[in-house]
Structures are given as C-alpha cells and as structure tokens.
C-alpha cells in the first residue's frame, strides 16, 4: 500500500488497507470508492489470492467505468491484461459481462444487476452500489454463496432509503449482529482528508474546504438528495408526513404579496422561538373554497418587543378574522398580550402536546391533499414542511419528529402553517368545483385551482 499512497485519500487506504473478509462501505457519490476497490481487486488477482473477481453494479456504465479503473491498475502492476469487451457468459440465460483476462489465469468480470448472473460461480464478490439494485434479497440469495470457499466479499453503496437489505446490513453491523468490518464515509470527512483539494487540483484552506461543500450542498436542490447521496443517512420518504411530490403539487410560484393587495379574509398562524428556533408568521387569505399563502415572515434571534410590534401590525388589518399563536413556554406572555390587545375571540393561544400537534397536523394534511390549501414556491419552506416524521412510539401514542433539514429552524414553518389553517377554522372543507369559484367571481381562485 506505502508504494501507490499517492493514488489514494486516507480514507480509500483505510479501506484498502483493511483485509477483513466481508467489508461493508456507506459512502458519499463519487469520492474514489469504486475506484480503490479496482486496485483491490487487480491486486488480488496479480498475487492469486483470488481466481475470479465478480463485480455487479446497478447499471452497464458503472461496470464499463469499473473495468476501465481494472485496466489502469493493471498497468501500474505490470500485468499482463487482454480486454475482452462485453462476453456472452450464458446464451440461455442472456448473461453478459465485461471481463479483463489476465496472464496468470485469473480473470475480473464485470456483471450486470441481474441476481441470476451470480448462480453457480465462484471467487471474490464485489456487489457495488447494492442499494440500488431492483431486487436485492435475490441479489443476496445468489451472491453469498459464490464466496462460500473463503473469498472475500465487498459490499458498497450509497443510501436508498430504511427498507433495503443495503440499510438492514449496515444497521446489523453497527449494532454487532453481524462480524463485518464497516466502514462510514459522509462527503465532510472526504473533504476533510483532500477530496476537494484533489477536485480543484491544489490545496485549499479549511475556509475553501468549507464553501466548496456548501456549494456542493446549495447545487444538490433538495435535502433527502443531500442526506442519502452525500452524507450516509439513510431517508424513509414514506415515513414523511408531507411528501415532495404533495408540496410540490400545492406549490405556485408568485403568491406572496403585500397584504394591501388582498381582499378575502386573513388567518394567522405563530410558532414562537427566540435563539435556537425561528419565530414564523404565517397569513393566509381565503380565495373561495381554497386558502392562499399571503405572507411567510421569518424572524430569526428577534428581540420580544420587536416580535410583537410585527404580529400586532398584523393583527391590526382591518380583513384580519382569526389567528392562532404557539403558546408554549416562550410564546406563552406574546400570545396572552394578543389576547388582550385583540379579544380572545380573535387570537388563540394553543399550547403544544402530543394530542394538540395531531389535531394541528392532520388537518393541514388534508388541507393540501385536497387542493385547499395553496403554498408558496419556496424551497425553504418545502424542505421545513417535509422535515416532519410521524412516528407511533412502542405505546401507540403518535409523535411528530422532525428529520435533518438544510432549512433554518426546527419545523417552525410547518407549524405556523397548520397553525394558521386552524385559524381558519373547518369551513374549508369541501371539493373544489369549477362552479363554487366562479360562483365567488375571484378570477385569481380559477386560476390557481386551473392545475387541480
């Protein structure tokens, strides 16, 4: 390894260094994984230690680009190689590889993601990006026991979600139940030891380290991406309470607007917070049957007092119906100076519990499932509203979670939001007709439900 250092980060020799029969690896995209396991497996079968490599990625260019890496190293071993190009390894089954002959006999065969290519082989398994492969307990079933005469076996992959055997394998590990040796590489220890260096091509500065990852972060587009992709936590989508693709549906662009402008009846929803957590206000105006995003105001590490000038503004105009304030801890003395400044008909102070979220939550649900409910096209705002989890505990009892969000605040917009429908009341039950817009002459409502 000492020799061919330069070729590698520490923490591709970590893994190359590592000689422990079955490896696992979670890792970020494109840090130089499938690229050491080539030289790991060109190594091997130069000594002989190995007489087969069979490789499986989960598509044809992740294996061309495998055997390509296998070719370089080849030369760097002085071995002599023969490229076969893509093989017919059995014409009834229609399984192909492409496989690198080598003089001593052995021979490294990339395959596809097919599970039947594995069934009566035998030597060293490389299963690559194994969380993406369509049926992984077959996968499994066929590789394991290509390995069962002592070959070593190497499992890598990026996350794909909570239910994949790629995720039980690693949670197995980490909790002992399985011997393997784990290893974790999030892209902030990659560019921690050069990976961006080696990218740009010089050496940079922990400050340049640091604006090249947030780069990276802002370029990415959505968080689950950045979690799964890049930094080893696994995303269950289907644990989320509010999915991309039903706030994407709810989402239009060019909704907020003075509040000047409006002309329906408004609803306020506030969740307080001070240091740690944002302070959001969230104003909705009734267009018909439907509530539109007026106003999202965030206020982060805002003093009280200037809090409560912002909020009493809008309490102050002259359409606004209803509001409900988070009255928890430190929302406790804004929401009772609400009270009294307004009526306690106009503001509701609502103390946060298990039973509280639940009826705030599944209303707002409901609310955008049924095209009720109009958000802004805002990415901040998304992401906050999809950080929530919704968990049922051993007892039955149901707690909303918030997952690791790139959006500033601790779902706080998500709970100004279904505080501010709240406000609104239930009068916004109901199926969207063509006829109850045009019947309520808002030409704006049309258009907006026009996508629905």
Request: charged share 30%.
């Amino acid at each position: 390894m000492a020799k061919h250092s330069k070729y590698f980060l520490p923490y591709q020799g970590r893994w190359l260094a590592d000689t422990s029969r079955i490896k696992i690896w979670e890792k970020s995209r494109r840090i130089g994984a499938t690229y050491v396991q080539a030289y790991e497996d060109v190594r091997d079968c130069a000594a002989k230690s190995v007489p087969k490599v069979w490789f499986s990625s989960a598509d044809e260019s992740a294996a061309r680009e495998y055997i390509e890496y296998c070719e370089k190293w080849a030369k760097l071993f002085h071995l002599a190689a023969e490229n076969l190009g893509l093989v017919l390894l059995d014409s009834e089954k229609d399984i192909k590889t492409f496989t690198i002959q080598f003089a001593n006999g052995t021979k490294i065969h990339a395959l596809s993601s097919n599970p039947k290519a594995f069934r009566s082989k035998g030597g060293k398994v490389v299963w690559d990006e194994a969380a993406w492969h369509d049926d992984q307990d077959k996968m499994w079933a066929a590789a394991r026991p290509t390995i069962t005469w002592g070959f070593p076996l190497r499992i890598l992959s990026t996350h794909n979600g909570k239910s994949c055997r790629f995720y039980r394998f690693v949670e197995a590990v980490k909790k002992g139940k399985l011997p393997w040796s784990l290893h974790t590489t999030p892209i902030e220890l990659a560019v921690a030891e050069g990976l961006a260096d080696r990218i740009v091509g010089r050496d940079l500065t922990e400050a340049e380290r640091a604006a090249w990852l947030e780069t990276e972060r802002e370029s990415v587009g959505d968080e689950d991406t950045w979690l799964q992709e890049y930094r080893c936590i696994p995303v269950d989508e289907a644990a989320a309470f509010l999915t991309y693709e039903l706030l994407a549906s709810r989402s239009v662009a060019g909704i907020i607007r003075p509040l000047s402008e409006t002309t329906g009846d408004l609803y306020v929803g506030v969740d307080i917070g001070r240091k740690k957590d944002l302070t959001v206000i969230w104003v909705l105006e009734r267009c018909g049957p439907v509530l539109v995003t007026r106003l999202v105001k965030i206020m982060e590490r805002t003093p009280f007092h200037m809090q409560r000038q912002a909020l009493f503004v809008l309490l102050g105009h002259r359409a606004m119906r209803r509001a409900c304030i988070d009255a928890t801890g430190l929302g406790m003395q804004l929401a009772e100076e609400s009270q009294r400044a307004f009526g306690q008909y106009r503001v509701e102070a609502v103390t946060f519990s298990g039973a509280v979220k639940e009826s705030l939550a599944y209303p707002l649900r409901a609310a955008l499932e049924d095209a009720r409910l109009i958000l802004p096209d805002d990415h901040e705002i998304r992401e906050d509203l999809h950080s929530v989890r919704k968990v049922t505990t051993a007892a039955g009892n149901i707690r909303f979670d918030v997952a690791a969000t790139e959006a500033r605040g601790h779902a706080d917009r998500f709970w100004a939001a279904a505080l501010a429908r709240h406000a609104a009341g239930d009068n916004t039950s109901g199926g969207l007709t063509a006829e109850a817009v045009v019947s309520r002459g808002r030409r704006e409502s049309a258009e907006l439900l026009d996508r629905y």
